[in-house]
């Protein structure tokens, strides 16, 4: 399988780094997650949009991954919206104290937030090129 430089894999690739930068701040500052936020992350966070990414890449499966990259980055933005910037929860941004990781996580989830829309947008343009 060969991954070109694309707009999807350039959009994964940062939102996986983005994804990780934003967990070691969870790590530093101690912000942790419920087990079913544990697994909606694995899942859908981090390994949706890798999987999805390999499905572009592999004959008669772009559609599939287009449309898994859509939902993988929709469901990333909504979880992350409401649990940075709208519930009311320890992972909300006000809660963060004014130190390096605590700007770090503010910065990460403002920058997650535009990664998703971006991904979202790559999985809607790609499934409408692809249908």
Known sequence: MRFLITRP?????????VVLLHGAGHRQ???DLELWQTVFVWVVILVG???ALAMINLPGQRRKGFCLLLVTMAGSLLFGVYFHFVGESFDHVSHREHSMWGTTFTATAVLLAVVEAVGCWIGFRGLRANS
């Open 29 to 31: 500052l101690g912000v």
């Open 9 to 17: 894999s350039i959009i994964v690739l940062v939102h996986l780094a």
């Open 49 to 51: 949009p890798l999987v």
